[in-house]
């Protein structure tokens, strides 16, 4: 049987497992194990990247094939009005709200993150007239970083400052500063940010706080209404299964919908798109997040996505999630790796970053690519990272426990060393 286990937060996680029968175990007493049936994996495949791509849901193909031949080809520019095509955006956003702790009306699916980005920033600064400054941390992912100089550039006067750490917030918030972006898990290293501690230190100096979700929506329940998050965005492809290049989605709190202005002004965030009026005055409520017309076939695929995860207790997939990290890394650690993800489970998101201990740190690369032709799928991020994503929705914690398994092999073996191994590609 497995050990005992630790109550965390209101949910238990099954600590120290230490066999692949206690795995075994684990999966059959699993409140989510029904959900991997949702999925078309490939057979034999350990799947550790759903963090970058999501699985394919296997009711999104036929939801997809239907929009496609009976939606667009019989029912043509009618389904505008007749299938949800034009309400799309904010029926997927209502929807995905319950996963980001936020009350409907405030999140709409549009545009990709990077775009929503611009917005946000920029929405912010204008929000903050005489402040100047958007603070980042330098660590983010790097579309981040991009976006944050273009809209620096694009406003003018503005000053993108870059924090090595969260940690140097509080010397960092001067009253110049308007905005503080963070990611809410890093990408990279699998951190967790404390979003109501620092949401509040953000907002005790003035600022305005703008999140990141792309690595935590849908790896762990989110609480944006209640932390007081002024905006936030993330994308549709990674925990949330939306399918490859999905639409991304953008928050603003109910409280600033009245007055902002996102500097995107496209007619689809028109009040009156149809009216086909020559200046523009904004939709009231979310939809003035929107600029153009939305992907209908992409926001499908993240629709049927959204139908398994409205059966998904977030509670149970957070604990799930734990567990199966706490597993491969107690497994990695043994097997001769380093942990760089942090240990303490209210400081990280779902996915493992490892480094080899000794050796060029450049390995990793290579060691993924061996492990990838075992058929466990991860990732490698430069310099040193190798990282694995953990989606409780369709991983066991066999899958977890065999992982390890041939990693430890892989580690022994080092098959890797092979130059077919070493030679990078251009996506890691
Ligand atoms: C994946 C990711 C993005 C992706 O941006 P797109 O514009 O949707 O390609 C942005 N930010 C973070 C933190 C990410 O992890």
Known sequence: MPSRPTLFRG???????????????????????????????????????????????????ERVRDTIERQWGERLIRSWNEAGWWDLPTTLGDRLARLLGAAPGQVAV????????????????????????VVAESGSFPTDLYIAEGVAGAVGGVDRRLVS????????????????????????????????????????????????LCHSAGALPIELDACGVDFAVGCGYKY????????????????????????????????????????????????????????????????????????????ALRAKSLALTDLFMRRAEQAGLDTVTPREPERRGSQVALRVRTGDPGDGYAIVQALIDRDVIGDFRAPDIMRFGFTPLYLRYVDVWDAADALTDVLTTEPWKDDRYTTRNPIT
Request: charged content about 20%.
């Open 110 to 133: 549009c545009d990709s993150t990077s775009v929503n980005l611009f917005k946000v920033l920029t929405a912010a600064l204008r929000m903050r007239p005489g402040r100047t400054a």
């Open 11 to 61: 949910t238990l996680i099954p600590m120290t497992v230490l066999s692949r029968a206690e795995c075994a175990a684990l999966d059959a007493a699993d409140p989510l194990a029904d959900l991997r049936a949702e999925f078309a994996l490939p057979d034999g495949v350990i799947y550790l990247d759903g963090n970058s791509l999501g699985a394919l849901p296997r009711r999104t193909s």
């Open 165 to 212: 750490d969260a940690s140097e917030l509080p010397g960092a918030l001067g009253d110049d500063v308007a905005v503080v972006l963070l990611n809410h898990v890093d990408y990279r290293t699998g951190r967790l940010h404390d979003m109501a501690a620092v949401t509040r230190l953000i907002h005790d100096h003035g600022a305005l706080a703008v999140w990141d």
């Open 240 to 315: 949330l299964n939306g399918g490859p290049g999905a639409p991304a989605f953008v928050y603003a709190a109910a409280r600033h919908l009245g007055a902002v202005e996102q500097p995107l002004s496209g007619w689809w965030g028109h009040a009156e798109p149809f009216a086909f009026e020559t200046g523009y005055a904004p939709a009231p409520g979310i939809r003035r997040f929107l600029t153009g017309s939305q992907p209908i076939i992409g926001g499908t695929a993240l629709a049927a996505s959204l139908d398994v995860w409205d059966r998904v207790d977030m509670t």
